[in-house]
């Protein structure tokens, strides 16, 4: 599968959102990286629906929504309606998985899962094939900026494993700490999607940092 870049917003000044999206438009990134955060199923609060529908009116490249929130059913019609092209749950927030990426399908949108750091990758045996994308975490989620933890090349390889063990495809996406001193790595261990939130905006050239990440 090709590689995608996905910067992720979070990083992203804000008071200049016009300004930043406009940069990822004109950019060799393929993705907005969109991280939503409810205060209860990580300890951080992000960004909501205003702000989403602000993006979407600038945006000219697909929308990867990553849901960090509990209970993510009651949302997706939401989602759908903002313009999101991926969605992303959390294995550890839904209890009727099957079920909430049968909604995601059913409002034709990209239906992802993502798993944190502790949660292992053969949990997601009964349900890779349904998957267009597996968003292993490679931070414990919630913030931005932290430190990549090393156990995430091992587990990319188990997944890969999976995937091809069941003869299906399905995108293999990085989400924390990826810089330009993991990404051929990752790539290597079969990633073919890398998020970078301070890596790009918090760059001197963002753009330069963009093109590192593709080795
Ligand atoms: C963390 C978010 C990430 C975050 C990555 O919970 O899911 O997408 O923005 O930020 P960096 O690239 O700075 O680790
Ligand atoms: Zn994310």
Request: aromatic share 6%.
């Amino acid at each position: 599968m090709s590689l995608l870049i996905a910067p992720s917003l979070l990083a992203a000044d804000f008071a200049n959102l016009e300004r930043e999206i406009t940069l990822i438009n004109n950019s060799d990134a393929d993705w907005f990286h969109i991280d939503v955060m409810d205060g209860v199923f990580v300890p951080n609060i992000s960004f909501g629906m205003p702000v989403i529908k602000a993006i979407q009116k600038y945006a000219s490249k697909p929308l990867d929504v990553h849901l960090m929130i509990v209970d993510p059913d009651r949302y997706v019609s939401t989602f759908a309606s903002l313009g999101a092209s991926i969605l992303t749950v959390h294995y550890e927030a839904c209890t009727h998985l099957n079920r909430t990426i049968q909604i995601i399908k059913s409002k034709d949108m990209k239906a992802g899962v993502a798993l944190n750091p502790h949660t292992p990758v053969h949990l997601l045996e009964d349900c890779i094939e349904d998957l267009d994308l597996v968003c292993l975490m490679s931070v414990n989620p919630g913030f931005g900026g932290q430190t990549f933890i090393e156990n995430t090349y091992e587990k990319i390889k188990s997944l890969k494993g999976l995937i091809d063990a069941k003869n299906t495809t399905c995108n293999i996406e990085i989400d924390g700490g990826v810089t330009d001193a993991n990404a051929s790595k990752l790539i290597a261990c079969g990633a073919n999607v890398l998020v970078a939130g301070s890596y790009v905006f918090s760059a001197s050239d963002p753009l330069e940092n963009i093109r590192k990440l593709r080795g």
